[in-house]
């Protein structure tokens, strides 16, 4: 058992497993029959739905492992894993967070939980992530500082190779075992003892940036986020979002402004967020013009 720090509440070694879906589709069923051969554990799968009407999340919780919170809107990606985990007793003190969009490989979570044996201040862990083709993705990064995340989110799409994105994304780094800044959200598995204590993800990201934000309170209050390419999982991605990626795109940039702006308080730096949500502003033009 894991004793919380504060409250005096403990954990037991129960396992569950939380997805946020929005319209999941055919992917929510190969999610859950690879997740069968990833663990020879017992695992709770709690799908957090952000109002679905393909029907997939309702099909998927006549399995007998699989609890449906239908959440009714959609409240985005953070805040619905956060009311998925509310479901969770004291029991669960290992969690999932994870995108439906993503095929486990055999014995995968067993590795990842494997790896935590190895870090007792590791709170998040993620497994090395893969397309389709192969192609590792690069999910275990430096946090964004100021010059190194507005380079990475003004030059990213216009200059792939500029150097703030490749510093940023840690892509030359070999898939050894390491910490990092922040781990993927595709994917990550959690000490419930270390999400509680940074209170979960913050509810005022609709989409994108909750996992790096996680990343760097979970790292401020002690904890570790830990990369572990001994598991590997496969990741479809975009199926979600391609539902409305004018409106993901916009949702991307608030983040990225809300992100840096929340490190960066004070009358000093006011001029220099003013310019960068200028330049964000540009870039969500040029790239909706574009799509």
């Known amino acids: 058992m894991t004793e919380h720090p504060g409250n005096g509440s403990s954990y037991g070694d129960a396992l569950a497993v939380v997805t946020v879906t929005y319209f999941p ?96 201040r590791g709170g998040a862990f993620g497994p090395l992530i893969h397309d389709l083709d192969g192609t590792v993705y690069p999910s275990a990064r430096l946090l964004p500082s100021m010059g190194r995340g507005v380079g990475h989110a003004l030059f990213a799409k216009v200059w792939p190779g500029n150097p703030w994105t490749r510093q940023y994304r840690q892509e030359n780094s070999a898939p050894v075992e390491r910490t990092s800044g922040w781990l993927s959200g595709s994917c990550q598995l959690i000490r419930r003892e270390a999400f509680d204590s940074v209170d979960g993800f913050d509810t005022r990201y609709f989409m994108y940036f909750e996992d790096v934000d996680l990343g760097d309170r979970l790292a401020k209050a002690g904890w570790l986020n830990v990369y572990a390419p001994s598991s590997s999982v496969m990741h479809i991605g975009g199926h979600s979002t391609s539902q409305a990626s004018a409106k993901m795109l916009g949702a991307h940039h608030d983040s990225a402004y809300r992100y840096l702006a929340d490190r960066h308080r004070g009358l000093a730096w006011k001029p220099v967020l003013a310019v960068i949500k200028l330049g964000l502003k540009v870039r969500l033009k040029l790239e909706t013009r574009k799509g």
């Open 25 to 120: 589709g055919e992917t929510l069923e190969r999610f859950l029959d690879t997740l069968e051969k990833a663990t020879d554990r017992d695992v709770l799968v709690v799908v957090a739905d952000n109002a679905s009407t393909d029907g997939a999340p309702e099909k998927a919780a006549t399995r007998e492992n699989v609890k449906l919170v239908s959440i009714g809107e959609n409240v985005g990606y953070g805040t619905a894993a956060n009311r998925g985990i509310a479901e969770l007793d004291n029991s669960y003190g290992w969690v999932v967070v994870v995108n439906p969009d993503l095929e486990w490989e055999p014995g995968s979570l067993d590795a990842l939980l494997d790896v935590t044996q190895r870090w007792p």
